[in-house]
């Protein structure tokens, strides 16, 4: 069964730092894309981050709103993404998804097919 | 970056009626544009890409249309599972990806 399954979350204080691992199942790892996508509580749906695969250079990018803060990367070989999350505010607050991301008509078009159940961060003194 | 925009925000449907949700985009996404279900407490769900490939698994109920800056989401004979929030997203210029901000389909 194709599968993401999202961890790492929990409170923590404000300007700390939390590491978030989204672990894959049931798909060659290496061949997608990966992104996190957040949710705050009785909101709607934020892009986060990107990763492309290794075959197109590992190449990342990331929302305005936590560029310089978070990072993101993969480890093929263990099948896990990472979301290192750095200098954290009270607006991170969210569930964090992670999602397998599909190549549609060219490569540089991504949808995203395979979403796990996510893992929540709250960011609270 | 580009605005996605939907209408209504709620539609009370009765089981068994159509459902006609609407997404804007404020500049031409092409095709590229994706339908996503979500339900309370569950991650969301891909429907329909492409603006009208329904996703594997999606039942012919679903059906997608639209280009470049208008969109539909069509459920033609509401079932009971089908009460959630849908959100229309964009995967054309990117980044970022952004989504509308949802219609919410209840019982009427």
């Known amino acids: 069964e194709v599968q993401l399954v999202e961890s790492g979350g929990g409170l923590v204080k404000p300007g700390r730092s939390l590491r978030l691992s989204c672990t894959a199942a049931g798909f060659t790892f290496s061949d997608y894309a990966l992104s996190w996508f957040r949710q705050a509580p009785g909101k709607g749906l934020e892009w986060v981050s990107f990763i492309r695969t290794k075959a197109y250079g590992g190449t990342t990018e990331y929302a305005a709103s936590v560029k310089g803060r978070f990072s993101i990367s993969r480890d093929d070989s263990k099948s896990i993404a990472y979301l290192q999350m750095n200098s954290l505010k009270t607006e991170d607050t969210a569930v964090y998804y992670c999602?397998?991301?599909?190549?549609?008509?060219?490569?540089?078009?991504?949808?995203?097919?395979?979403w796990g159940k996510g893992t929540t961060v709250t960011v609270s003194s | 970056d580009i605005v996605m925009t939907q209408s209504p925000a709620t539609l009370s449907v009765s089981p068994g009626e159509r459902a006609t949700l609407s997404c804007r985009a404020s500049q031409s996404v092409s095709s590229n544009l994706a339908w996503y279900q979500q339900k309370p407490g569950q991650a969301p769900r891909l429907l329909i890409h492409g603006a009208s490939t329904r996703a594997t698994g999606i039942p012919a109920r679903f059906s997608g249309s639209g280009s470049g800056t208008e969109f539909t989401l069509t459920i033609s004979s509401l079932q009971s599972e089908d009460f959630a929030v849908y959100y229309c997203?964009?995967?054309?210029?990117?980044?970022?990806?952004?989504f509308g901000p949802g219609t919410k389909v209840d019982i009427k």
């Open positions: 997203q964009h995967y054309n210029n990117w980044p970022p990806f952004t």
């Open positions: 999602t397998r991301d599909h190549e549609g008509a060219a490569n540089y078009y991504y949808y995203m097919d395979v």
